[in-house]
Structures are given as structure tokens and as C-alpha cells.
């Protein structure tokens, strides 16, 4: 029988917990495309069954690939921004027929929170979040957040509403001010 080095799981979201599961008890190192599953208590559990058959679990946040964003992380981390005091995230656009079991959130904001979490190297010790069905009545196609760490404030937006696409990040910070652009991979500071 053929053994694989790893598999990419790219079906619907519902059928994330199902398909991985599986995967995971044959003991094969995995990419599983966002959201890693539709509830906490099934990503929870994927996750400690990865742990335990010692496989490589890896879900499809790719935007920590871009190499603006480890270019950014880079200028983080070398503290040309000094401390960073905000970030502001505008990832919006036009609705995607394609995408039919998540809302705006799962499909959309879940990459500049990881981003967020990722660039400051934390977790947020407080959110607040805004969410609206505008155009879809099933499912939120429009979401703010505000994520409140130790010494930072973040707000993300995200929708499926403006007729533009825009994938911006934008970064104050005690020495200087940054803007980077995910799509065109341009960095102002």
C-alpha cells in the first residue's frame, strides 16, 4: 500500500472534523484548510489527536507566508516601530458565491487575527466584536473587531460588502508609522 507524506484536506468546512479525523488516526502529517472546524470543541480534539499520534497538523492560515507579513514581523521584532501602540486591519471586497458554510469571520477575519496574534507574538486579553447580516439573511457578511492586548489595540474589519477589494494593514507605533499592502506586497513606512 502507497503511504503518503502528508494530505490536503480542502473540502467544505462542515466536513473538516470528519475528513481530518480520519486522516489523523492513519498517522499522516496534514494541511487542513480555515477554519480548522466550525466548532472549538471539534478543533480542540483534532488537535490533541495530532498531539498523540505525533503527526504534523498544519492549518491554511497562509498569510503568515506572505512575504510582507514576515517582512513586517521581521521590522517588529527588530523594533524599528518601537512599541506598538495600534494596528488596523481592512480586509474587505465583494461577496464570493463560492463560500457557502461560513460567515465573514471564519472565511475572512480569522487571517488578520492569527496576523495580529502572530506580528505581536500574544493573545488578545479582551474582544469585542460587531457582526451583521447586510446582504445574506443565513449568514453575517460584515464584521468588526476590537482586540485589546497588554500594550496594543487592534481593530480588524472585514466584509463581503465593499464593491473594492482591499487587503490593508496599517501599524502605529512609538517610532514610526507603517503601511502594508497584503495584495501588492508594498510596505510604506
Known sequence: AERFDAISICVPSEFHYQVASWVIKRRINLLLEKPITLNVNEATRL????????????????????????????????????????????????????????????????????????????????????????HISKREDSVEFFLKYKKTSAYIQANWVTPVKIRKLNITGMNGYLEMDYLSQEIDF
Not at 49 to 76: Q, S, T
Open 47 to 134: 488537535l490533541k489527536m495530532a498531539k498523540e499520534n505525533k503527526i504534523k497538523f498544519l492549518v491554511g492560515h497562509i498569510e503568515r507566508f506572505n512575504p510582507v507579513v514576515l517582512k513586517v514581523k521581521e521590522m517588529i521584532d527588530k523594533k524599528e516601530l518601537g512599541d506598538i501602540i495600534a494596528i488596523i486591519v481592512r480586509r474587505v471586497g465583494g461577496f464570493p458565491p463560492q463560500i457557502t458554510d461560513s460567515n465573514i469571520a471564519v472565511d475572512l477575519s480569522i487571517h488578520d487575527i492569527d496576523i495580529v496574534n502572530y506580528l505581536l507574538g500574544d493573545v488578545p486579553q479582551k474582544i469585542y466584536v460587531n457582526k451583521q447580516k447586510n
